[in-house]
């Protein structure tokens, strides 16, 4: 089984296949593999940063329970 990659893993291996693809010096077919694979990068890190951001704007409350975080005026 594979190990799930950390999101800097996965956003390195990212910049790297944007870097490749716009070198220019890549053939058509991997052209299309590699932006395939690189769609499928960004969205597993879009993915891990919204599930970041639900568990930051939960706050753990005095009874032990998580709740929305909300600031009030």
Not at 48 to 70: C, H, Q, W, Y
Request: charged share 40%.
């Amino acid at each position: 089984m594979e190990k799930k990659k950390s999101f800097e893993e996965e956003l390195t291996e990212l910049e790297g296949i944007v870097k490749e693809l716009e070198s220019g010096n890549v053939s058509l077919d991997d052209a299309i593999n590699k932006y395939g694979d690189a769609m499928k990068l960004a969205k597993n890190c879009s993915d891990k940063l919204n599930n970041a951001t639900e568990k930051v704007n939960k706050i753990l409350k005095d009874n032990g329970m998580l709740e929305d975080f909300t600031i009030e005026e």
